[in-house]
């Protein structure tokens, strides 16, 4: 079965400090592709990044950078010097063959970053 | 310029009457998809569209779900008798290719409230 788990629910942080967001996936299949996506209070979610299973290397943009380790099957997401524009709920998601090829996300981490 | 646009943004039914929302995707996008998000979760897949082919409907939750995309562009769900568990917040995405693993670009939503 294709399973997506974000264990944090809720983050709290004060601006400027760094903050990982944790997420661990479960499939059989070789082949699979993850995802992270930001949606702010607008409703709206906006895709952060994608990546595919045989790419195991770390990737950093501005102040995001994402861990994929499969060892772990974790792909965490790491906003450092955050700011209060980054408040919103953080989605990772999982697609495989095994799932039909279907989305599958986590339940969302929200993140509260307080002036 | 424009990324997925979703309309009503907000819609408020009584039980039991028909809705229908309607998704235009970014222009020559080839594949649709449809979410549903309630409270406090992560979108979970309804349906998805290949142009005008409708290639997966696995996920809608009942016989009273029904989308189309008759020209291979706009998107219409409906959901006929509606009921208070179908409140929840519907998601439309779009992406370039004909591959389910293509990065989906998503809508706004419509936040449906069933009464």
């Known amino acids: 079965a294709q399973k997506v788990t974000q264990a944090q629910t809720e983050i709290s942080v004060v601006e400027k400090e760094d903050v990982t967001l944790d997420c661990v996936y479960e499939t059989r299949d070789t082949t699979y592709y993850l995802f992270w996506y930001k949606q702010p209070p607008s409703g709206e979610l906006v895709f952060l990044i994608r990546?595919?299973?045989?790419?195991?290397q770390n990737e950093i943009s501005g102040r995001y950078s994402w861990n994929f380790q499969k060892s772990t099957s974790s792909f965490n997401f790491t906003i450092t010097a955050s700011q209060v524009v980054d408040s919103a709920v953080y989605f990772c998601a999982l697609i495989a063959n095994t799932g039909g090829f279907k989305t599958i996300f986590g339940a969302g981490t929200r993140l509260f970053v307080k002036a | 310029g424009a990324g997925v646009s979703q309309s009503p943004r907000y819609k408020v039914a009584k039980r039991g009457q028909d809705v229908a929302l309607r998704c235009d995707p970014i222009s020559g996008h080839v594949s649709l998809f449809w979410y549903q998000q309630a409270l406090g979760q992560g979108p979970e897949f309804l349906t998805y569209f290949q142009n005008e082919a409708q290639l997966d409907k696995s996920g809608l939750p009942s016989d009273r779900f029904f989308a189309e995309r008759p020209e291979g562009s706009v998107s219409t769900l409906k959901i006929q008798r509606t009921q208070q568990e179908d409140s929840a917040v519907y998601l439309c995405?779009?992406?370039?290719?004909?591959?389910?693993?293509?990065?989906?670009?998503f809508g706004p939503g419509t936040r449906l409230t069933v009464l």
């Open positions: 990546r595919n299973s045989f790419d195991e």
């Open positions: 995405a779009s992406s370039l290719g004909a591959s389910s693993t293509d990065t989906q670009y």
